[in-house]
């Protein structure tokens, strides 16, 4: 059917415009659905309905039955309309309305639908192309004729009169011919253009993969630096307080020597004045027999008792700066701030891995050796003289003999549990094996809501409760200290051992219930 009948076919008889949400009535006929309705809208109260095209009446108002192939049809037609309107070429013959043009025929410059197409092209002798506006431009311009050839000594396009003119003698091909080896040379090109643009995708895929990263480091970076400082702020303040309590404590100490050998002197300046005004007493009696029976003259004359001491006791005093040395004390510790700081912020964290060999038989190991579960069921685990006997406990693979380092443990999934550092020769049965239980080892533990820091089973329990559900354990062998801090905001410190060590210590873990999952440790620095 011609583009033209089929509009014709898919037209409302009521708006004249095709088809809009089409709907059918029981006689067949259909209808714009907001056409009918409003046509139905007026024929209300009159006292029955009828079909606008056939008359065809209906007693009660018809239901309105929607026409999904009909207007499937339509949204079709209307697709392929608009792309032929597109091109902005109608059909030379449609006069009633513009039907697109299908085809154009160069001989006889016109443009046509389908339905007229038909009959132009059983002639022959007819050229048809693509529809298009501008039929001169397909012609010679000096012999008006239709250019069917392609001059490829001049690279143009010529008529068959122009073979036999100026360009007589000259290597020709057809339009098709040259054509198509002008597509192929430019599929080439395209092939190299398209390589050229995948080359050019990967590398903005790089680089915004790369923006990407640097983006997320820097934000990264950004929440280290601001917690970073947000700690050191914590430390000084801290290590301030400290220091300053410290100046006061031994300022206090040293008013109250002063105070005690002042009302010493005191005493002994008040026993001075009454030896003194006793002896004047005595050089101003004119009776000689009572100046020399005075009983007391030896105790008046001794003037020395105590008084090296004295001396010693109040050069002492003077020369004493208030027993604190303010610079060493804040010399050790901002001292130990930076060496914390360049542990936690500076060297980062990598990886500590659990030792399956040590894990007690209601244990489970993951995969990535970084969390343990603890299990109602016996695991079966092959007998190892490392294996722990009788508790739910396991060690690091890795043992630390020097350096400092540093790890995390999300504690979260037990409510029951203890983390901490052992040495190896720790006993693998009874309840001396536990962490904390013995004076092999060192832990934090939790049981119910209580936390404490043990070490030869000398339980310390902490003031307040952890904050977050990651505990920090920080080691520095050679110092011999083991620290444990709770992961909140600010980070804060809940506990500090300190020792000589004498064995590599490993890292240890103990779940009574749920899991507990190692997050991260350092290497030796």
């Not at 005093?317 to 701030?337: E, M």
């Amino acid at each position: 059917m011609a583009s033209g009948d089929l509009r014709y076919e898919l037209e409302c008889s009521i708006c004249l415009n095709i088809y809009t949400d089409p709907v059918m009535l029981k006689c067949g006929h259909n209808f714009c659905q907001v056409c009918i309705d409003r046509v139905l809208d007026t024929q209300e109260g009159s006292g029955g309905y009828s079909c606008p095209e056939c008359r065809e009446k209906f007693s009660d108002r018809p239901a309105l039955h929607r026409n999904i192939t009909l207007r499937n049809i339509v949204e079709n037609f209307l697709s392929a309309q608009q792309d032929h309107e597109e091109s902005g070429v109608f059909c030379t013959y449609c006069v009633d309305y513009p039907v697109p043009a299908v085809r154009s025929c160069l001989v006889c410059e016109v443009s046509l639908c389908d339905k007229h197409l038909r009959v132009h092209k059983k002639s022959p002798e007819h050229i048809l192309c693509d529809p298009t506006l501008s039929m001169e431009s397909r012609k010679c311009s000096i012999h008006k004729k239709i250019l069917e050839y392609y001059c490829t000594e001049d690279d143009t396009c010529i008529c068959v009169y122009c073979m036999i003119g100026e360009h007589k003698g000259h290597e020709t091909e057809s339009l098709n011919e040259a054509s198509e080896k002008k597509k192929e040379s430019l599929r080439n090109v395209l092939l190299h253009l398209l390589t050229k643009r995948q080359e050019m995708e990967r590398r903005v895929q790089s680089l915004q993969e790369h923006r990407r990263k640097v983006e997320e480091k820097a934000a990264g970076n950004t929440e280290r630096v601001t917690a970073l400082f947000t700690d050191l702020r914590r430390r000084l303040e801290d290590l301030e307080k400290r220091v300053l309590r410290d100046i006061f404590r031994q300022a206090e100490l040293v008013s109250i020597s002063m105070l005690d050998f002042l009302q010493d002197l005191e005493i002994k300046k008040e026993e001075l004045s009454r030896k003194i005004r006793h002896i004047e007493e005595l050089c101003n009696m004119t009776d000689p027999l009572t100046v020399l029976q005075e009983s007391d003259t030896g105790d008046l004359c001794d003037t020395e008792d105590g008084d090296n001491e004295d001396r010693e006791r109040h050069e002492e005093l003077l020369h004493d700066r208030g027993g604190l040395d303010v610079a060493g004390v804040l010399q050790k510790g901002l001292s130990d701030i930076i060496t914390e700081v360049n542990v936690f912020y500076i060297q980062g964290a990598a990886d500590i891995l659990l030792d399956g060999n040590t894990a007690g038989n209601r244990l489970q190991i993951s995969e990535d050796r970084k969390t343990v579960s603890r299990s109602d069921r016996n695991q079966n685990h092959p007998e190892t003289p490392e294996r722990f006997q009788y508790c739910a406990q396991v060690l690091s693979s890795q043992s630390f003999s020097s350096g400092r380092h540093y790890w995390e443990v999300d504690v979260g999934g037990s409510e029951s549990w203890r983390v901490g550092l052992c040495y190896p020769s720790i006993d693998r049965g009874g309840y001396k094996s536990l962490i904390g239980n013995n004076n092999k080892s060192w832990g934090l533990d939790r049981g119910g809501n209580q936390y404490w820091v043990i070490h030869d089973s000398n339980k310390i329990p902490l003031p307040t409760n952890l904050s977050s559900n990651r505990v920090r354990i920080y080691l520095d062998y050679k110092a011999g200290r083991i620290s444990f801090y709770d992961l909140c905001d600010p980070i804060r410190h809940l506990h500090t051992f300190t020792t000589t060590f004498t064995e590599p210590v490993h890292a240890g873990l103990y779940a009574w219930g749920g899991c507990i999952k190692i997050c991260g440790g350092n290497q030796e620095m």
